[in-house]
């Protein structure tokens, strides 16, 4: 890792997708990819496990990840949240009710907290300052 | 010859979309949002260029993990809506300029700006909701247009200065093209937003506007900012903002701001809008 990559880890709650991250969620985010087509999420709605099995070459903690809906999982395990998307647009969700699940708030709550002007950066910009 | 005349950047929220393709735009969350494009609108009636350069970054539709291009310019003669998982959006075929892009292409390229060159391009929310929020619903858009997708998805992004330096060479380019033709230059995305693990919604509004003042007056230096800067102060999703430096620099040295809003939230976003002409071009 160069000191470029290295200086984002000191952001909290933050993962940039790398080009390492990119190669282990490559699969990943090609089964995301797959979403496109509407036949394909016909068959994935149909029997994830069996989509996921047949179609993709991800892990099983890869998969077991997209099976529990885990984003902040996804995202440890190389996904990125454009290629994600396809997943919870193909659950009929919206980008603001699929990301408040990665916050630990109920969606209520996170979208009033948007309304009332977002997430304060404060306590939200430095690991190693504290800030 | 052909001249950059205006400059414009908003936010390109999918939800902003959706909410215009559902007829939701008057319901009170999204109402003082579509207010604020109120004034471009009807600015955008009255001074339809023959072509947009729109610059705006591909949502993985385009583009799947197999192909990450820095810059990749749409020389097609037309672009459809992609399906991001959902279905196209119901917006027309977004027409291209495949004289002007070939040209830009040819010119960028000599110029040292190594660009990948798209004759095969499904366009996604980041193009098509810039445009329904400027031109509203018609049966076909009013101008053509040349996409330029930037990457701000995989690591590292161009630089702001290379940004800036590719908006500079865009304007060389385009004023080298024989045609008299009126071009505008959108920069699409940002503001300060984050989609992505706990700290997702943040936003940094004192930021935000510093970054619309330093646009408009000292691009050049703001250039300059790191992509951490970018992504300790304006959230993941922020990074977005390197491409309004390709729009502020392709307007020249100098330009005036005749519109901006500013608004929270647009889904999980902040929402910029700005509207500049460039100080070479007649009031």
């Known amino acids: 890792m160069t000191s470029y990559t290295v200086e984002f880890d000191d952001i909290p709650g933050t993962r940039v997708f790398t080009a390492s991250r990119a190669k282990s969620g490559y699969a990943l985010n090609q089964f995301c990819m797959s979403l496109m087509k509407e036949a394909n999420r016909e068959r994935f709605k149909a029997d994830e496990r069996a989509y996921l099995d047949e179609t993709t070459r991800m892990s099983q903690e890869q998969k077991q990840a997209v099976l529990d809906r885990d984003y902040n999982k996804m995202i440890d395990l190389g996904g990125q949240i454009y290629f994600l998307a396809k997943i919870f647009a193909t659950d009929g969700l919206s980008y603001l009710q699929a990301v408040s699940t990665m916050t630990g708030m109920p969606v209520e709550e996170y979208q009033q907290m948007m309304i009332s002007g977002g997430r304060s950066p404060e306590g939200w910009r430095s690991i190693k300052d504290g800030d | ?283």
């Open chain 2, 1 to 283: 010859m052909a001249r950059i005349t205006h400059g414009l950047t908003t936010s390109h929220i999918p939800a902003v979309g959706a909410t215009i393709d559902q007829g939701r735009t008057q319901e009170p969350y999204w109402k003082p949002l579509f207010d604020g494009y109120e004034w471009t609108k009807a600015w955008a009636r009255e001074n339809v260029p023959d072509v947009v350069i729109l610059v705006y970054n591909d949502h993985a539709s385009a583009f799947t993990p197999a192909l990450v291009p820095t810059f990749a310019l749409g020389c097609a003669d037309e672009f459809p809506p992609a399906d991001e998982g959902y279905g196209p959006r119901p917006v027309p075929v977004v027409p291209g300029r495949p004289d002007l892009a070939a040209h830009l292409a040819e010119g960028l390229i000599l110029d040292e700006f190594d660009l990948t060159l798209m004759y095969d391009m499904p366009v996604d929310h980041g193009l098509t909701v810039p445009l329904s929020l400027i031109y509203g619903q018609p049966q076909a858009w009013p101008t053509t247009v040349i996409p330029l997708a930037v990457n701000v998805v995989q690591y590292p992004p161009p630089t702001g200065h290379r940004c800036f330096m590719l908006g500079q060479a865009i304007r060389r380019s385009v004023e080298r093209f024989d045609e008299n033709l009126n071009v505008h230059i959108w920069g699409t995305g940002g503001m300060s937003h984050q989609l992505q693990g706990p700290r997702a919604g943040f936003i940094n509004q004192p930021w935000d506007h510093a970054f619309m003042d330093r646009l408009l007056k000292d691009p050049a230096e703001l250039a300059r900012m790191k992509h951490l800067e970018y992504v300790r102060e304006a959230g993941a999703e922020g990074i977005e903002l390197v491409m309004w430096l390709i729009m502020r620099g392709a307007l020249g040295p100098e330009a005036e701001e005749l519109h901006r809003f500013y608004h929270v939230p647009g889904s999980n976003t902040a929402v910029g809008h700005m509207v500049l002409r460039s100080a070479e071009t007649p009031a």
